[in-house]
């Protein structure tokens, strides 16, 4: 990943961020890494465990937030996600995965989609 993307793609997480506390989320962790990944954002809300991917798009060329991320992705937070799970011992709590998607010129994003809830685990009820 180049400097300019890196740098659009920091620029998205702190704006996903702010939105997010705006809200009423308290953000519990922020690129949270483990053995396959990274999470972007984990955070609470009502208590509810929320692990939330960020998206960065300059333009509106490949989609929306629902286009995102695809099953190969889904898949690969839900492995994050329970490695979170493990690593902070945390048991009997709802969870859900939302995507926050930053669209906007090369400074800032200046638009964002939150789509909460945003994908469901097969077999799961997302209560860990």
């Given at each position: 990943?180049?400097d ?8 998205a997480?702190?704006?996903?961020e ?5 809200k ?18 984990v ?8 692990f939330?991917?960020v ?50 010129g ?10 909460e ?12």
């Open positions: 990943m180049n300019g993307r890196r740098a659009f793609g920091q620029i997480e702190s704006e996903a702010r939105y997010l506390r705006r009423g989320y308290r953000i519990l962790a922020r690129n949270d890494r483990s053995s396959c990944g990274e999470l972007d954002l955070a609470q809300q009502a208590g509810t465990l929320v939330i991917e998206k960065a798009r300059r333009t509106t060329a490949f989609g929306g937030a629902a286009h995102a991320v695809d099953g190969r992705k889904q898949a690969r937070l839900v492995r994050l996600a329970a490695e979170y799970l493990a690593r902070h011992r945390v048991r009997n709590r709802s969870c859900r995965f939302d995507v926050v998607l930053c669209r906007g090369t400074a800032k994003p200046v638009e964002i989609e939150h789509i809830n945003a994908f469901e685990v097969p077999g799961e009820d997302l209560r860990w």
